[in-house]
């Protein structure tokens, strides 16, 4: 067993007695910040700009992609000298990020092809003749997942910024010899590779049982649930219904609500596409994001009441169809509320206006216009919708709740599957960049 040393930093512990350490600012030969540069036209081809949204976090390197979705900008020949990337550059994310996920994650550039970079990030050029870029990028990596990274941070109204300056002066990086470096480099290589190999094949289940889901829902809500059953041609997007079913424009069986609120008691309640209207803490809890808050000054008559068993027609329901409220209180005067005017299963409906057909439909209101066009009840009113008998509604609605849950367990333990697999991930390069493992 390898003698060790303290390292002298909290996060690291001991490591190995003969490796060396120093302030990361010393071992980079240049580092620049990125630029955005200007749009391209016909006349001019440009040139590849890597931006934020091309980093392949989990893989620590920039997304394989075809050509035809990078992004592309012109830049001048100065800046073409100054920002070009050369293969085992690190970028690291300056600004950006959020509270689940904060600033200041590094990548390597690994590709052959010409490329700048966008501004939001800062381009480091290790020194190969002290560390290696890859142990580098391995290191940093490390300082991100070990929580050092956000000590750093400078949040400002909208978006976090990373001293980076700071941080590579203050922060220490520890190292062995190049040829061990080599060697862990290639072993975490390695054995990351067999670990995202088995993420990606559990993620393409999940990919598959949601699939399953959305057809399972489609095939209930727009067939039914017994598959003899006499059918007839439909009006429009659902093709053939059972024999037995209504067709009736939604302004037949829903009417929208112009309630307007005006109790202070009633609480703030928020449309999502994921989790429906539900209120302000259960929507900054479940969502991660700031809710616009009521203050006293806020003109309650303005704002919507919203009823449990009302939906909500929400500024982007035209991508993810209509919202169902299990709760009472009051919405913004921007969305439109609805409610039933004949009796039916509300569980039928929640999932009807989920269904990816009858979202298509609603997003065709919204065609050849500007992207995030409100849908407009009339348009909803005129459309026909399948009305089951009210006893198979609720048949539908409760057999779709109980196959949902079973996959949506599946899908869970599949994910908790995941989450373990990059818990194992983050324990195995920490062990072997610091020391405390040796690859033999």
């Not at 849950?405 to 869970?412: C, G, R, V």
């Amino acid at each position: 067993m390898r003698e060790m040393k303290d390292s002298g930093i909290s996060w690291v512990g001991e490591i190995p007695k003969e490796w060396n350490k120093r302030p990361i600012r010393s071992i980079i030969k240049s580092r620049v910040g990125g630029v955005w540069g200007d749009d391209i036209n016909d006349d001019i081809q440009g040139v590849v700009c890597i931006r934020i949204a091309d980093f392949d976090f989990s893989k620590r390197k920039i997304k394989d992609v075809s050509s035809d979705l990078l992004t592309y900008r012109l830049y001048n020949s100065i800046q073409i000298q100054k920002y070009s990337l050369q293969k085992n550059d690190i970028l690291i994310e300056k600004s950006g990020g959020g509270e689940k996920t904060p600033v200041g994650r590094a990548v390597l550039f690994d590709k052959n092809y010409k490329a700048l970079f966008a501004n939001f990030m800062d381009r480091i050029r290790i020194d190969d003749s002290i560390v290696l870029p890859l142990f580098a990028e391995y290191w940093l990596w490390n300082l991100y997942s070990c929580r050092v990274t956000p000590y750093y941070i400078n949040q400002t109204i909208g978006i976090q910024n990373i001293d980076l300056t700071f941080m590579l002066v203050k922060e220490k990086i520890c190292f062995p010899s190049l040829v061990e470096q080599q060697r862990i480099a290639e072993f975490l290589d390695r054995e990351c590779g067999k670990i995202d190999g088995l993420k990606a094949d559990i993620q393409a289940q999940i990919d598959t049982l949601e699939q399953y889901k959305r057809s399972v829902i489609t095939e209930a809500v727009t067939h039914g649930l017994n598959p003899s059953a006499p059918m007839k041609d439909s009006k429009v997007w659902y093709g053939q219904i059972p024999s037995e079913w209504k067709e009736l424009k939604g302004k037949y069986v829903f009417k929208q609500s112009n309630d307007r609120g005006n109790n202070v008691c009633l609480q703030l309640l928020s449309p999502t596409q994921k989790y429906g209207v539900i209120p302000q803490d259960k929507y900054e809890e479940l969502t991660g994001m700031n809710a616009v808050k009521l203050n006293g000054s806020t003109n309650y008559a303005l704002l919507k009441t919203i009823h449990k068993g009302d939906y909500c027609i929400s500024l982007r329901s035209f991508q993810g169809g209509f919202e169902y409220s299990e709760y009472e209180g009051v919405v913004s005067p921007a969305y439109q509320v609805f409610y039933p005017i004949i009796t039916i299963a509300d569980g039928y409906y929640k999932y009807l206006f989920k269904e990816k057909s009858f979202i298509d439909v609603m997003n065709s209101y919204t065609m050849s216009l500007r992207d995030g066009k409100n849908i407009a009840f009339d348009d909803f009113g005129d459309t026909f919708i399948p009305v089951p008998p009210l006893d198979e509604q609720q048949e539908i609605a409760d057999y779709l709740d109980n196959k949902c849950a079973e996959i949506e367990q599946i899908i869970a333990d599949k994910k908790t599957q995941i989450e373990t697999l990059d818990g194992y991930k983050k324990s195995l390069i920490y062990e072997y960049v610091t020391g405390k493992k040796e690859v033999v």
